[in-house]
């Protein structure tokens, strides 16, 4: 079967610096997204990693390893604005989108 | 970016009924689909809307219970019918943008259903 598995909940103190996790397992791949959705709003995208290696977009930075089915997402200089769900998605070989449940980051002053 | 809404945003209704929710989109898409969010847990795609044709629905889904119309290319319905306690949810409708060469998903707000 198909498979993403994400932490359920971090906590993080303004300010600082957080990784999150994705791992997958999906019949093929052809990229990986990482969306942020706020309590009771829909999800909005955040980056998008196809090829190995590092994207850096600003305050946040997404890294693949296909050969370790293996991304994070990572936060630098958080915010109280920050404290969201953390959505991990994959696109596999039929072009269809595999969702993580999703990582609560709790950010603290 | 593809801005979309949603009808109603929330809606509170009794075992049995049906509710409609309706999504616009600005601009014309190819596919629209329809999602649905249980708190604390991931979305799970019900179907495809595709314009002029039967929406394509997902294992689990069934159309009788989810029927989907599509009349043009901005515009689409998603009917939760014969509705239990269960099918509380958030329902969402989300469009793939075009303008990038990934074709990430916008969604719009959402539409939270309590069923009692």
């Known amino acids: 079967g198909q498979n993403i598995d994400q932490p359920t909940e971090m906590t993080a103190t303004e300010g600082a610096i957080v990784q999150i996790n994705c791992t997958y397992q999906?019949?093929?791949?052809?990229?990986l997204f990482w969306y942020q959705q706020h309590a009771g709003e829909a999800p909005t995208f955040l980056s998008y990693?196809?090829l190995d290696g590092l994207e850096e977009k600003g305050r946040f930075s997404s890294f693949l390893s296909r050969s370790k089915g293996y991304s994070y997402l990572l936060l630098k200089e958080l915010q109280m604005k920050d404290s969201a769900s953390y959505l991990c998605?994959?696109?596999?070989?039929?072009?269809?989108?595999?969702w993580g449940a999703g990582t609560k980051l709790i950010i603290k002053p | 970016s593809a801005v979309i809404s949603q009808k109603p945003s929330r809606d509170i209704c009794q075992r049995g009924t049906s509710l409609t929710i309706q999504c616009q989109v600005d601009?014309?898409?190819?596919?629209m689909f329809w999602y649905r969010q249980q708190p604390g847990q991931s979305l799970t795609l019900i179907a495809t809307?595709?314009?002029?044709?039967?929406?394509?629905?997902e294992s689990g889904f069934v159309i009788d219970k989810f029927p989907i119309s599509r009349p043009n290319l901005t515009f689409s319905t998603l009917t939760v019918s014969n509705m239990s306690p269960e099918d509380s949810s958030i329902y969402l409708c989300?469009?793939?943008?075009?303008?990038?060469?990934?074709?990430?998903?916008?969604f719009g707000p959402g539409t939270r259903l309590t069923v009692l």
């Open positions: 809307a595709n314009q002029g044709s039967e929406a394509t629905y």
């Open positions: 990693n196809v």
């Open positions: 989300s469009v793939e943008g075009t303008e990038s060469s990934y074709n990430e998903q916008f």
């Open positions: 999906t019949s093929g791949f052809n990229g």
């Open positions: 601009s014309q898409v190819t596919m």
């Open positions: 998605a994959v696109r596999d070989s039929n072009y269809q989108l595999i």
